[in-house]
């Protein structure tokens, strides 16, 4: 890493990367959690700084490139960029560095019912091929999960889509390579909860491995 960045002809600025605490707090949030936008007070809350120290700290994330933005309904997000130079290695030294921040995205997913299993996927982890951006496992409550939908799809600003399957459905479409589960399965995807039986669970193909919840 360090001889690629000394062989650039235009030097990366590390200096800029972990200028003070509050910056490695977000960066932590941007690399080692659920990849979504993130809007500025929900940033504030997720890292517990004062709103004016986030600010300064996401302008220079975007100056050099790490982030970019936009804004909808009134709300300027945040989002980390695909393609910046250091995603791979910080991602790395993030996750070894402590735990993730902890995401509210989804917060009492588990009240949702009987749920066995759930992981994001699609537009979470920049998994275009992926058939859906919310999958479940178990006995759901679909006015809940509904509801629940329509609460994440309030925060970060657009549509998801989200596909609820009972434990049965599940061995069935398992038992014959189903194209769906290998969809999701062959994509990048994180778990957020995981109580499958030891043969039941997906062969680890995760974003992140550790469940969120």
């Known amino acids: 890493m360090l001889s690629y960045l ?10 800029k990367l972990f200028g003070s605490r509050t ?3 977000v960066i932590t949030l941007f690399t080692t959690g659920i990849s979504r936008p993130y809007y500025v007070r ?35 997000y945040y989002t980390l ?25 989804f917060k009492n997913i ?8 759930a992981c994001a996927t699609g537009v979470f982890t920049h998994a275009e091929n992926s058939p859906t951006d919310l999958f479940l ?14 609460l994440i799809e309030h925060q970060i600003g657009h549509e998801i889509t989200y596909t609820p399957i009972t434990l049965n459905e599940y061995r069935y479409r398992r038992n014959f390579n189903d194209m769906f589960l290998r969809q999701i399965f062959t994509n990048p ?24 919840v």
Do not use: C, W
């Open 6 to 15: 000394f062989m650039s002809t235009k030097p990366f600025p590390l200096e």
């Open 23 to 25: 910056r490695v707090k």
């Open 42 to 76: 929900e940033i504030s809350r997720a890292v517990n700084e004062r709103l004016n120290a986030v600010r300064r700290e996401l302008d220079i994330l975007m100056k050099i490139g790490m982030l970019n933005t936009y804004e909808s309904k009134r709300r300027k």
């Open 81 to 105: 960029k695909p393609d910046f130079v250091l995603n791979k290695e910080l991602t790395s030294i993030m996750a070894k560095a402590g735990p993730p921040i902890e995401d509210s995205l």
């Open 110 to 117: 588990e009240k949702l019912g009987d749920v066995q299993f």
């Open 137 to 150: 496992i178990g006995t759901i409550d679909e006015q809940k999960l509904k509801y629940f939908a329509r």
């Open 189 to 212: 995807y994180t778990v957020i909860i995981n109580h499958l039986e030891g043969d039941l669970r997906p062969e680890t193909n995760t974003r992140h491995q550790a469940a969120l």
